[in-house]
């Protein structure tokens, strides 16, 4: 089975704080995903990553910067926290780009106050 | 561009009663098709996908879906819930043959089921 795993779950950080959420997947998948929840408006892409090293913009990149050092793991970093981030944040993996089923983690819940 | 849309935020429903969750998406190419489910506290769980073939799809705990092209539609069918079920159910789209195969989401369904 594809385990993704997330740093925390619950986090509680205060406005301008530096703030890093990991992931990491054990089934060497090529693909990572962040993503953040929010009532009403579902799953909003972040950031993802086609392989190391690499990155490109989701929908809603404001605010937000990644990192992916090695193939197992992907950073998303909150360079200046505000409370507008405070949300649900699920990390995903994927085979790779010629597959669809993404596999996700058990979120992080971050509250910025 | 592609959109989902899911129209009921929440669906209450008795134990053992049916239930469809509705899910409409709008595209200009061929797509492939995701429910997924969200248990109180945790991730994503693929419940079932339409990639091709059969417009039928079964998933698991129960679960199926039937692709409508024509209506631009896949709605999520139970024939009797249990308590168990309750979660929030997303339904996403992928475009066939896309570039980079990135899912869209839906805003969700919060299935309630009660005793």
């Known amino acids: 089975d594809v385990k993704v795993t997330q740093s925390s779950r619950y986090l509680v950080k205060r406005t301008g704080e530096k703030v890093f959420l990991e992931c990491v997947q054990d089934m060497d998948h090529e693909n990572m995903f962040w993503y953040r929840q929010d009532p009403g408006l579902g799953l909003r892409l972040i950031y993802f990553?086609?392989?190391?090293?690499?990155?490109e913009k989701g929908d809603i990149p404001e605010g937000y910067s990644v990192s992916r050092e090695k193939k197992e793991r992907f950073s998303l970093i909150l360079e200046s926290a505000s409370t507008n981030q405070t949300s649900m944040y699920l990390c995903a993996s994927r085979l790779g780009l010629g597959y669809n089923e993404q596999f996700f983690g058990p979120g992080t819940r971050l509250t910025v106050l | 561009a592609q959109s989902v849309t899911q129209l009921d935020s929440q669906v209450p429903v008795f134990e053992e009663a049916p239930v469809e969750l509705r899910c409409n998406y709008s595209?200009?190419?061929?797509?492939?098709l995701f429910w997924y489910v969200q248990y109180p506290n945790q991730g994503l769980q693929l419940l079932l996908k339409?990639?091709?073939?059969?417009?039928l799809v079964k998933g698991i705990n129960g679960f199926e879906a039937e692709f409508n092209k024509s209506q631009t539609s896949f709605h999520l069918r139970k024939p009797s819930v249990h308590i168990s079920d309750t979660a929030e159910y997303f339904c996403?789209?992928?475009?066939?043959?896309?570039?980079?195969?990135?899912?869209?989401f839906g805003t969700g369904t919060l299935l309630a089921v009660q005793p």
């Open positions: 595209s200009s190419v061929s797509v492939y």
């Open positions: 996403a789209v992928s475009e066939y043959g896309g570039a980079t195969n990135k899912l869209i």
């Open positions: 990553s086609y392989d190391v090293k690499m990155k």
């Open positions: 339409y990639l091709s073939g059969s417009t």
